[in-house]
């Protein structure tokens, strides 16, 4: 994970947050959020991510990431995890999930077609400014990892089922967002939450 001047883990992102900043995203941004939203993908699985890896039927939503592994033995090797989402019709339509699927439909289906033109210093910059603009905030792509980790342990999650969304190896990278479930992760999420809940 890299490195920022603050804590990635003192912030979480709330939906309405994400939608606000999807609002006023251009297609690329928009598409950029809906995936980091429903997966939770780590920098270097958005460069991998090509259209071959997003599949869909009339009901369902398959996102392949892949993800380089440094071995014991120093050479890299590629794990892969599929992610699967429902797909629901009318009132209940998930955005972020039509919005992949509307994307892909339009690009060539090819091991070379990336999803998005995607760097992680692109991934930043557009990322930061939405943030700023919505919540005056420097949110990072790691924000929606970190915080889509921690609604799925809220939702009481299997720690099977974390760690593999997660694409851990093993349960120690799990812990903190079992850890952050009954805590106090910042009075800011609490009030908010609250606010949330009451409505």
């Known amino acids: 994970m890299p490195r920022y001047n603050f804590d990635v883990k003192d912030f979480l992102l709330f939906e309405e947050d994400v939608r606000k900043m999807y609002d006023m995203a251009n297609k690329n941004e928009a598409v950029l959020i809906a995936i980091l939203w429903l997966t939770g993908a780590r920098p270097g699985e958005m460069a991998l991510l090509r259209t071959t890896d997003v599949t869909y039927s009339a009901d369902k939503l398959k996102v392949r990431l892949k993800t380089l592994k440094k071995g014991k033995g120093g050479d890299f090797k590629v794990a892969e995890r599929t992610l699967e989402f429902e797909r629901a019709a009318g ?77 851990a190896n093993s349960l120690r990278s799990i812990e903190p967002y079992i850890q952050a479930v009954p805590q106090v992760i910042k009075l800011e999420n609490l009030k908010r939450q609250k606010v949330q809940e009451s409505e």
């Open 91 to 167: 009132m209940d339509t998930n955005i972020y999930i039509e919005t992949i699927i509307n994307h892909v439909s339009t690009l060539p289906n090819n091991d070379e077609t990336r999803v998005l033109p995607y760097t992680t210093r692109w991934a930043e910059k557009h990322i930061t400014k939405l943030g700023l603009a919505v919540m005056d905030k420097p949110i990072t792509p790691y924000h929606f990892r970190h915080s889509v980790m921690t609604w799925l342990a809220k939702k009481r999650w299997t720690l099977d089922q974390l760690k593999y969304f997660k694409g």
